[in-house]
């Protein structure tokens, strides 16, 4: 029986499903109103202290550029705008939820979590260096790309534990792997969910495509996440369960960025990966040091 496939085909039907979090479905209803205000935002995140403490946290952080501190939750809504609000609530609520779940022993969840912040931190970083603009969708995209390996952990975790072994034993990706094994993989898990979620096209699009963004509707979007990833792998933050080797130039995610972005012949691809591996250590000080 292909248990992966089962799961698929069955995700919608699951009694104890994770939830996605209604303050975060009331905020993201706000964010999408015109006729809402800072004001009106700021009320509803007040009444969860964890969301005011990640929305302060990231409207002082380098990510956004920032020049001053900030302090009142109503002055980094202002500055940040509802799309970013909307980015960081949504990826808050996830990590926070996969965080209670009962995990599976031999799936670290705590390096699971590592890796995919580091994946949404080196996207935007990307984005900052080579002066994209996605509203800050190539964060949030980043951070929850993996959420389909929760789902394995939760309720196929015999197969998650064969489809890492045989990626350790064989030197693959993990979704070559689970695909070598089951034929499904943990992105058309996670965009199911995301799916069932309701959460926003953009976002479904780039998990279901972070391994293949030749195939997204953003392919641009797809392939800054899908080169985080990769690059969050080498830089040895968290883990995900991917033991395969790949050199940036030979990428087809890097070379959609190159030509997509039109970037000319004479990029400085020595410089840019200098300046990128560069912010992603200051991310890590800031960010994962000591966690």
């Known amino acids: 029986m292909n248990k992966v496939k089962e799961l698929y085909d069955n995700l919608a039907n699951i009694d104890d499903l994770p939830a996605f979090p209604a303050i975060a ?159 499904i993989n943990h992105c058309q898990l996670g965009a199911k969910l995301l799916s069932i979620w309701g959460l926003p096209e953009e976002v479904i699009d780039v998990v279901e495509n972070h391994h293949s963004p030749e195939k997204a509707n953003n392919k641009l979007l797809a392939s800054v996440v899908h080169v985080a990833d990769l690059l969050t792998y080498s830089e040895g933050i968290g883990f995900g369960g991917n033991y395969a080797k790949f050199t940036l130039e030979e990428d087809i995610g890097w070379q959609i960025i190159i030509e997509e972005a039109k970037l000319k012949e004479e990029f400085d691809l020595a410089y840019f990966t200098f300046k990128l591996y560069e912010d992603i250590e200051n991310a890590k000080q800031l960010y994962f040091e000591g966690s």
């Not at 205000?37 to 946290?57: A, C, F, G, H």
């Not at 979590?113 to 949404?120: D, K, M, N, R, Y």
């Not at 969708?137 to 197969?159: M, N, R, T, W």
């Open 25 to 183: 479905f009331e905020i993201i209803r706000l964010t999408r109103d015109p006729n809402t205000t800072s004001r009106n935002l700021e009320e509803v995140i007040k009444r969860d202290p964890n969301l005011v403490t990640q929305i302060l946290k990231f409207a002082n952080s380098s990510l956004y550029g920032l020049s001053r501190e900030v302090t009142s939750l109503n002055h980094a809504i202002n500055l940040l705008g509802f799309v970013q609000v909307e980015n960081i609530v949504m990826i808050s609520v996830i990590l926070s939820s996969v965080k209670k779940l009962p995990l599976h022993k031999n799936f670290n969840r705590d390096k699971f979590l590592e890796h995919s912040f580091g994946c949404g931190v080196t996207a935007k970083i990307i984005s900052n260096i080579l002066n994209f603009n996605f509203s800050s969708a190539e964060f949030s995209s980043g951070v929850i790309h993996d959420i389909g390996k929760v789902l394995l952990d939760l309720y196929a975790p015999d197969c998650l534990d064969e489809i890492l072994d045989n990626a350790y034993k064989k030197g693959l990706s993990f979704i070559d792997s689970e695909m070598e094994l089951y034929g």
